[in-house]
């Protein structure tokens, strides 16, 4: 396998929310990663910014607890944490006010060698504006700056399209980076590979070969720390608005025109357009919705999410839909989307259910026909595997049976999988916006979105529970089960 460092011009990095839970878990160590495979020229900068009244020194100890936490220890070499540390720097600064804007200002323009300024929001929506204002205000913003910035990217339509309004007051849509982390993970990647770089797949990529899809993002974590931005967004805000909806959208869109960022966003955008709605007629069978109980998750007793959460509460920690895409290539074609948290097992993957074959030749003895899948797993273990169905090798006659034509990324390539942010991150350098989302997208996912929160709340559709550790309620079983079909559960092990 050749691994290819594309080198990216110098840059600043300025990390608001730069002692926060994303700088700390991720932002930090994705940038430590691609400094460590060589890819940060040397002058670029990393500027955490934030309320607290820290020196750079001591920011540098807290970027230096975080790689220590986040970081595996083989590699963590001495020579690349200096070598990162060293671009480290810090200001506070106050959102709400001028507080530490000049000083901002000053460091920042230290360097006027017209290098690259990316500006990280990882803070909460409610700031999105006042800090778009200030650096309008304090004149960090030219043709060379970027805005990076990740949801939630409101709760509604109607709060999407005030967020998009008060960016596009200081920033160009070419300037805004909307990330959804899950465009950066490799199967993604893979998944724009498998059907646009093979002649074998597209004409097979309709409703005449495929029966449906599935796409499962499981969590075995809980909210814990985090029930209390979990509350008020719930299983549909928080994956199904984005996560869930730009996998279907890479799965169902058109062969763009070529790879250009617009191109493939025009695609994305008509899917989510052509979303069937789901109404208060038609919720009770399109859509579950339900919280965890008590129950045990990979041996370990767990709590349920009123237990985490402290009080009551009827927000969805686990969400169902059969949605349906109306257009030529997939009318007829369910797609099953669910995603739950302290579920089974730790497991997202999209499945590319094909028809059975039209006649079988074999006899009863030759044992079950399956149909093929294609089965993308995102993780834990990276891998396309294509299920179909060979005679079982030796003596004894015809007898069938299902095997996976098997490319687990980790076993075959023995490579140290990116994380997600390490890719976005230095996109967003790259001025490449194919991987984040245009402000129509997200204002046309929650488009869909909106109406299905109106049906549950016009029909009272019942909020159901699951213990921990299960794969959701009963309820979710029968959506799938209502048309002749089952989800693709199980471990590793399982046939899948
Ligand atoms: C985030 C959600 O966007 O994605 C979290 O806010 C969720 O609730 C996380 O746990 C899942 O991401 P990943 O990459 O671990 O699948």
Redesign the pocket.
């Known amino acids: 396998m050749t691994r290819q460092i594309i080198p990216v011009e110098p840059f600043d990095y300025v990390l608001f929310g730069g002692t926060g839970d994303l700088a700390q878990r991720k932002l930090l160590p994705s940038l430590y990663q691609r400094d460590r495979d060589g890819q940060l020229p040397a002058p670029s900068r990393l500027i955490g910014a934030s309320r607290a009244e820290l020196t750079s020194e001591a920011y540098r100890e807290f970027a230096r607890d975080a790689l220590k936490t986040h970081v595996p220890d083989n590699e963590r070499e001495e020579e690349h944490v200096e070598r990162f540390i060293a671009r480290l720097h810090y200001v506070p600064v106050d959102a709400k006010s001028d507080n530490g804007w000049a000083e901002l200002r000053d460091l920042v323009k230290q360097f006027d060698d017209g290098r690259i300024r990316a500006f990280y929001l990882a803070v909460g929506p409610g700031l999105f504006g006042d800090i778009s204002a200030q650096l309008e205000k304090f004149d960090l913003i030219d043709d060379r700056t970027r805005l990076v910035i990740e ?1 939630p990217l409101g709760r509604d339509l109607e709060s999407a399209r005030e967020l998009n309004r008060v960016v596009g007051e200081h920033f160009d849509e070419h300037q805004v980076f909307r990330i959804d ?2 465009l950066g ?1 490799e199967t993604v990647q893979n998944l724009l590979a498998l059907r646009f770089a093979n002649a074998l797949f597209e004409p097979l990529w309709n409703g005449t070969h495929i029966d449906h899809v599935q796409i499962t ?1 499981a ?1 075995t ?1 809980g909210v814990g720390s ?1 029930a209390g931005y ?1 509350d008020k967004s719930g299983a549909m805000r ?2 199904v608005q ?2 869930l909806l730009q996998l279907l959208c890479l799965v169902a869109m058109e062969p763009p025109a070529s790879g250009e960022a617009d191109a493939i966003r025009d695609e994305k955008l008509k899917v989510l357009r052509a979303l069937k709605p789901i109404t208060s007629q038609t919720a009770a069978n399109t859509t579950v919705r339900a919280q965890y109980g008590r129950g045990t998750v990979e041996g370990e007793q767990a709590q349920g999410y009123l237990d985490e959460l402290g009080t009551e509460s009827s927000t969805a920690s686990f969400v169902a839909l059969k949605a349906e895409i109306d257009n030529w290539r997939w009318a007829g074609v369910p797609f099953y989307l669910r995603t739950g948290k302290r579920m089974a097992m730790r497991m ?1 993957e999209i499945v590319i259910q094909f028809r059975p074959v039209p006649h079988s030749i074999f006899a009863k003895g030759a044992g079950a026909m399956h149909s093929n899948k294609l089965v993308l797993r995102l ?1 834990p273990d990276e891998s396309v595997k294509q299920w179909i169905m060979i005679k079982d090798p030796g003596p004894g006659g015809m007898r069938l049976r299902h095997v996976p034509l098997d490319m687990s990324f980790a076993v075959n390539f023995e490579e140290r999988s990116p994380d ?1 942010y390490e890719r976005l991150l230095l996109d967003v350098i790259r001025g490449n916006q194919t991987l984040f989302m245009r402000r129509d997208e997200v204002e046309a996912a929650w488009r869909w979105i909106d109406p299905i929160f109106d049906a549950w709340e016009e029909t009272e559709q019942a909020v159901e529970t699951y213990p921990s550790g299960s794969w959701g309620p009963p309820q979710s079983i029968n959506l799938i089960a209502r048309d002749n079909r089952i989800w693709n559960d199980g471990g590793p092990d399982a046939p899948r």
């Open positions: 949801k982390h899950y993970k993002v969590e974590v985090r979990y928080d994956m984005n996560h997202s993780q997600a």
